[in-house]
């Protein structure tokens, strides 16, 4: 089975802390995804990367950034969090060709 | 650009009914693909089925059933004799081949059967 885990399933940060919300795939997929999810607001892409040390903004990049470092891992860091980062947070992988995305088990972030 | 619209923010129904969820895409491609997940209260979304911009024929997966209509741009999902563990929240998705092969998702449509 393909697995995606995703480190935190519930993660309580406060206003300004730099948090890592990190994902790792088993399956050796090129490509991986960070989507954040809002009520009203379906999915939205944070970030994409290719490939290793691959990146490339989503729709709603500003206040994130990422780190790819190896394959299988996919990074996304808030800089300086904020209370409109207050989401749940899903992590992807997929392979080049076009075929399903999988994804993790989300991460629910509260900044306070 | 391309969009995809859920119309139904949310369903209720009542077990053993039948229930249509609702997709219209937008693309100028034309070679696209659709997806629809499935995201249970654990919160992983589930893959349920792919279609091509080619493949307009309607699939059928036990309760599950799907109708593609180019000419509409929708692509309709039905569950028949809905269950208790079909509650969940239906998201319809657009990728486009040969772009950066990101899905895009609508809102999503959350579905309550009740016993």
């Known amino acids: 089975d393909v697995k995606v885990t995703q480190s935190s399933r519930y993660l309580v940060k406060r206003t300004g802390e730099k948090v890592f919300l990190e994902c790792v795939q088993d399956?050796?997929?090129?490509?991986m995804f960070w989507y954040r999810q809002d009520p009203g607001l379906g999915l939205r892409l944070i970030y994409f990367?290719?490939?290793?040390?691959?990146?490339e903004k989503g729709d709603i990049p500003e206040g994130y950034s990422v780190s790819r470092e190896k394959k299988e891992r996919f990074s996304l860091i808030l800089e300086s969090a904020s209370t409109n980062q207050t989401s749940m947070y899903l992590c992807?992988?997929?392979?080049?060709?076009?075929?399903?995305?999988?994804f993790g088990q989300g991460t629910r972030l509260t900044v306070v | 650009a391309q969009k995809v619209t859920q119309a139904q923010t949310e369903i209720s129904v009542v077990e053993k009914e039948d229930v249509t969820l609702d997709c219209v895409y937008e693309?100028?491609?034309?070679?696209?693909?659709l997806f629809w997940y499935k995201q249970p209260p654990s919160g992983e979304l589930v893959f349920l089925i792919r279609?091509?911009?080619?493949?307009?024929q309607n699939e059928i997966s036990g309760r599950y059933s799907w109708n593609f209509q180019k000419s509409t741009s929708s692509f309709n999902f039905t569950i028949t004799a809905s269950q208790v563990v079909d509650s969940a929240v239906y998201f319809c998705?657009?990728?486009?081949?040969?772009?950066?092969?990101?899905?895009?998702f609508g809102k999503g449509t959350k579905l309550t059967v009740n016993p």
């Open positions: 992807a992988s997929s392979l080049p060709t076009v075929t399903e995305a999988f």
């Open positions: 279609r091509n911009s080619f493949d307009e």
């Open positions: 693309t100028r491609d034309t070679t696209y693909y």
């Open positions: 399956m050796d997929h090129e490509n």
């Open positions: 998705a657009l990728l486009i081949q040969g772009g950066s092969e990101k899905l895009v």
């Open positions: 990367s290719y490939d290793v040390k691959m990146k």
